[in-house]
């Protein structure tokens, strides 16, 4: 921008009329070898070392070059809604292709929209440092005869994340929140002094995943960690804490002129301001203490809740203990019956052996009768009982 105006103030200043030159005593060539000679050259001299610089200056600006991907930050993922831009007041008849030209020097272009009916549009560029730049550079320059007004567009996307425990961190926050769609950042908000408030943002790259994790941690309850604390999410706030409102953008009505008619100045005491403006501050106080007090009966049930937390966390694990405890003394009482079981199979498994052993023993022995019946049927009989127990043993 300082270029441009530099640009425009050179070319003005050419295309206006330049005095004519007259002879002058000071202006009169002055012998060499007069004593006035050295001191017009001291004189000179200054101006010309200040011309050799501006030329020096003016050829490191025309080599200088930046290179894009110096303006983004590592890890920093690009073409997000937090580089989107609002373009206000253009001009009705603007091409497309000038509207990129506008932008061009600011690297890629990932979205182009143009609304000539009402003469704004939005552009999207790589990375938050380069929207920054082009901001600060375009926010109120000509274009046809029209200053136009640049400035980030509002995210529609991002939501509020508050009720965090300490232990949350970005990129738990994101894992948590990527269930629903892709994000584009997670942020833990903390203090001064780097310890976390219990509010984070998120940023979705979509309505529809933003709107789709709105209603699934409204209906049900997020947990981000073991301690059952569920994440509380609400719709983002946008605040312009950067360009605020100034007096350009604030329409003069009546009731503007009627408010601007005095300067700030303290109100006097005694005076009719002074009366209202302190029933003001008494108000303002009284705002003040009731939401501290709020705040404290707040804080009192969130310890209280805690406590309570506690100690139902030490009842329900004596209690996990108490059931694990039942079950393994079923798995026993369990275990022990299959082992009776099994033991009884095997008896009566010995049982049938015994049982088989014994009966083909004695069908052996009755065999063995009847051959001996056959060979001697009259003479000696010998006792196979006495001779199969000594085999036996």
Not at 115 to 129: A, C, Q, S, Y
Request: net charge negative.
């Amino acid at each position: 921008m300082a270029n441009r105006n530099m640009q425009q103030a050179t070319m003005q200043s050419s295309n206006s009329p330049q005095p004519e030159r007259t002879d002058s005593p000071a202006q009169s060539p002055v012998n060499k070898d007069s004593p006035a000679a050295p001191q017009q050259q001291q004189r000179q001299s200054p101006a010309a070392e200040g011309a050799e610089e501006g030329e020096g200056v003016e050829e490191g600006r025309a080599e200088m070059t930046l290179d894009i991907t110096s303006f983004r930050k590592p890890g920093e993922k690009t073409f997000t809604q937090r580089s989107r831009l609002y373009i206000g007041n253009l001009p009705l008849d603007v091409p497309e292709e000038e509207f990129k030209h506008i932008f061009a020097k600011y690297g890629n272009i990932s979205e182009v929209f143009i609304n000539r009916d009402r003469g704004f549009g939005f552009v999207r560029l790589e990375t938050r440092m380069l929207a920054e730049i082009a901001v600060a550079e375009l926010d109120g320059t000509v274009l046809k005869n029209r200053p136009i007004r640049v400035s980030f567009a509002t995210h529609t996307a991002a939501l509020t994340v508050r009720n965090l425990l300490p232990a949350v961190t970005n990129e738990l926050l994101e894992e948590a929140f990527s269930q629903f769609g892709p994000v584009e950042r997670a942020v833990v908000v903390t203090d001064d002094r780097g310890r976390p408030t219990g509010r984070a943002i998120v940023e979705f790259a979509n309505k529809m995943a933003a709107r789709k994790a709105l209603e699934c941690c409204t209906e049900g309850a997020l947990l981000l960690t073991t301690t059952p604390c569920p994440a509380i999410v609400e719709p983002s706030e946008h605040f312009d804490d950067q360009d605020g409102q100034p007096e350009k953008s604030l329409q003069k009505s009546a009731a503007y002129y009627k408010e601007r008619e005095q300067m700030p100045h303290f109100a006097q005491p005694g005076t009719f301001e002074f009366e209202y403006s302190s029933r003001w501050k008494a108000l303002h106080e009284m705002e003040k203490q009731q939401r501290d007090q709020v705040d404290k009966n707040i804080k009192e049930a969130k310890e209280k809740l805690e406590a309570e937390l506690e100690a139902a966390k030490h009842e329900h694990q004596l209690m996990l203990m108490r059931q694990d405890l039942m079950r393994r003394q079923e798995e026993l009482r369990r275990l022990e019956e299959l082992r009776n079981q099994e033991l009884q199979r095997r008896k009566q498994i010995e049982m049938r052996h015994e049982d088989e052993r014994r009966r083909r023993e004695e069908e052996m022995m009755r065999h063995r009768e009847q051959e001996d019946l056959r060979r001697h049927p009259d003479g000696f009989k010998p006792n196979y009982n006495v001779r199969l127990v000594s085999c036996l043993q």
